[in-house]
């Protein structure tokens, strides 16, 4: 890893090809083998893993951790705090035919802030992933998923629901409670709501 002259505080490895123009925030550093093309946006103290390509028009958050073998494809978004798995998939077309252009057809996937993509997941396009939701490792996502739910299996369910630091809450009462971080929620229908949220709505 070196310091790049063309992006002041960024860190890029020799192996990595990074295309002009686009745009990486101070802070970032960014592996063996990546590619990042022409007009993405990357933002501050992120983290490429290995092998990682960036698709041009792909709007990255800051500190963003994307792991080893991910490929993020036009079209997809990833607001802040996101951490995507080794591995993990985004896709871009529902309908992919090799001998039929669909580049016009392209679908967004919008990650929010702060959420969980696990290891070997797929995401199809189309679709948004909540604040702080949590894609099990080797889960296929085929709608959107709600804040802070826990989802999991082909295709993925709701299993359950996570608080903000990572860890399962325990359902079963009016109020779930993080063992971890104290943190406090309410369901509210299909959605989870932090307390104060609940409080102020």
């Not at 990357?42 to 028009?57: T, W």
């Not at 080794?86 to 016009?104: A, G, H, L």
């Not at 989802?151 to 359902?171: F, H, K, Q, S, Y």
Request: glycine share 12%.
């Amino acid at each position: 890893m070196s310091p790049s002259p063309e992006f002041p505080g960024v860190e890029i490895h020799e192996s990595a090809y990074v295309d002009a123009p686009c745009e990486i925030g101070p802070g970032t550093r960014i592996w063996h083998f990546c590619h990042v093309m022409a007009g993405s946006r990357i933002g501050r103290d992120c983290s490429l893993g290995q092998n990682v390509f960036v698709a041009g028009g792909v709007v990255i958050g800051d500190r963003v951790k994307i792991q080893n073998n991910v490929s993020v494809y036009t079209g997809v978004v990833l607001e802040d705090e996101v951490f995507c798995g080794p591995s993990m998939v985004f896709t871009n077309v529902v309908n992919p035919r090799s001998e039929i252009p669909r580049k016009d057809e392209y679908r967004k996937t919008l990650v929010r802030r702060g959420a969980t993509l696990g290891a070997n997941c797929t995401v199809v396009c189309g679709h948004e992933i909540g604040r702080f939701a949590f894609v099990g490792a080797g889960a296929v996502v085929t709608g959107d998923v709600p804040d802070y739910a826990l989802v999991l299996g082909t295709p993925a369910r709701r299993a359950g629901w996570m608080c903000r630091c990572g860890v399962r809450l325990a359902e079963g009462a009016p109020e779930l409670v993080c063992g971890a971080c104290g943190n406090r929620y309410r369901e509210r229908g299909e959605m989870l709501m932090p307390l104060h949220e609940v409080q102020e709505g």
